[in-house]
Structure formats: structure tokens, C-alpha cells
């Protein structure tokens, strides 16, 4: 007797847990959410805000300059940056490796809220940051020692462009804290990439 090959599309798949750093802040994020919801917002007021100035007797204070990228302030706030998280966060978790990648995010998150703290009088909320770092992170994909590509600076001109003239309004978005996840992504994208 003949045994059939069970079809390729009948066969059970196996789902793989392909980016472990951009999928766990996806995840916190959402859970982040969920609380926030819960709590009418007093959990992402609480935990997940960075506010301004340097307070050096809340411990508190200081890891809010790490959590508050999980903190959003409403579920599209949420949707629009975990749509992009998770369409570019794997492609350059794969490329760069999940240690660096990890560093990158503490290094973005960090980065910002302190010159937040320093240089501006409004809390800061939400994974922006992360994202414009691995967009403009993504451009240097395909990277070459001795070269710029010109996807990095299309890329460059049209966002961080974009942030630029946004930052001439009022309309609640941190555009600095996209500028600083943008040239943060373009400085390990041109540095490390090349190392790669």
C-alpha cells in the first residue's frame, strides 16, 4: 500500500515566535492598553508617561524615561504605531540581531525622555519614537561600507521632513521625539550596519 503525502496546505503549521523583541513590546503595549482601560487611564498617568524635569528623588520618575513607550493614549494612538512596529520591527530585528535591536529601543526611549525632560515642559506617551527609529533603521538595509543609500535619504527628507513642519503646529504629537527615534535609526543603521 501507498502512503499519500498529506497536502502541504492541509498540514498543520507551526506559528513561530519569529521576533522576540518586536513582538514582546507589542504585547506590553497592549497590555499597557488594557490597563489603561481598566483604569480610565490612571495606570498610564502612573506608569507609563515621561514627564518633564529631572526629579532625582523618584526612582519612579526615571523608569518612566523606559516604560512610558508602552503607555498610549487610546486604541488607534496604539493601532497606528503597533501597525508599523510590526511590519518593520522583525524585518530589522532579523537583519540586526534582538540584542542590538533591544539596545536600540532602550537607547530611542532613553534618549528622547532626557532631552524631553530637559529641554520641553510635555510628558511624553507611546512607542513613536521606536517606530521613526526603525523606519529610518530599515533604509539602511541594504548598506555598503563607503556609501549612503539614497533610500535612507528619501526616506529622511520625507518623514523627518514631514515632523519638521509638523513641529510648527499644536496638535499634541511630539515631533521631537520622532526626530530623535529617526536620527537615532539612521546613526546604528549607518554605523552598525556597516559592521554587519
Known sequence: MTRIAPSPILAFMKIRYNAPVTLTLALLCCAAMGAHQLTNGAT???FFTAYPGLHGSSPLHYIQFFTYILGHGSLSHLSANLSLLLLIGPINEEKFG????????LVTALLTALLNAVFFNTGLIGAS?????LIL???????RAGEIPL???????????????????KDNISQFAHLTGGVVGAFYGLI?????
Do not use: D, H, P, W
Not at 129 to 133: A, S, T
Not at 137 to 143: E, H, K, M, R, T
Not at 192 to 196: E, L, M, Q, T, Y
Open 129 to 133: 519614537g521606536i517606530v521613526f527609529m
Open 151 to 169: 533610500t535612507l535619504i528619501l526616506v529622511a527628507l520625507l518623514y523627518l521632513g514631514n515632523e519638521l513642519y509638523g513641529s510648527l503646529g
Open 44 to 46: 498610564t498617568q502612573t
Open 137 to 143: 533603521l530599515s533604509s539602511c538595509a541594504n548598506i
Open 192 to 196: 552598525r550596519g556597516r559592521k554587519r
Open 98 to 105: 534582538s540584542g542590538l535591536m533591544f539596545e536600540m529601543i
